[in-house]
């Protein structure tokens, strides 16, 4: 199977560096590649300020101001499981792998604590790395929710507006479904 391939070709000073799983390419085997999974390349965003992306920061989840040109807020959807693996609604599951990094957003220790990220491996099944979308709750926007446990769902930290809402920086956890605007997502496809 012919899997899509990139190489990031700048890196952000601000940007910790984060391991990527690697191959190489035959013709260059000294040129590491990561190897990303096929699925649309999306943008994610929260009801709570659709000018805040999802992205990777220092290693971690956060929110930041949206640009459509950095790699670190693109999201490959890996829908490779969907039709195996369902939440108990029978809604499909998908994986979030972070196109500069390679990494898959996995469901942290517990209730409360950051997402975390994961060498995304292509030919392995792994639970935590599995979501799914709630039906539409508000205008369009989703909870996403872990695919074993639909009671729990990506949460911009304190994003409320009785905690002062999201900002630039906002940690992403897990937390029970309310159903606030700081738990509703959407997945926007960026155009090529």
Known sequence: MNLPTFTPTHHHHHRKSIPHP???????????????????????????????????????????????????????????????????EGLPSFALVNKATGLALQH?????????????SAGEFNQTILWTLSKDIKHGFKAIRMASNVRLSLDAFHGDKDHG????????????????DNQLWKLVPYCK
């Open 22 to 88: 690697t191959t190489t390419s035959p013709s260059h085997p000294d040129i590491p590649r990561v190897v990303l999974p096929n699925g649309p390349d999306v943008r994610v965003f929260c009801r709570a300020d659709s000018d805040l992306s999802l992205t990777v920061r220092d290693g971690s989840v956060v929110l930041a101001p949206a640009n459509h040109r950095d790699p670190f807020q693109h999201w490959i959807k890996d829908e490779k499981f969907a039709t195996r693996v369902k939440d108990r």
């Open 165 to 180: 809402g999201v900002r630039d920086g906002t940690t992403i956890v897990l937390w029970e479904c309310w159903k606030g």
């Open 108 to 120: 942290p220790i517990g209730e409360t604590q950051p997402v975390r990220l994961i060498p995304y």
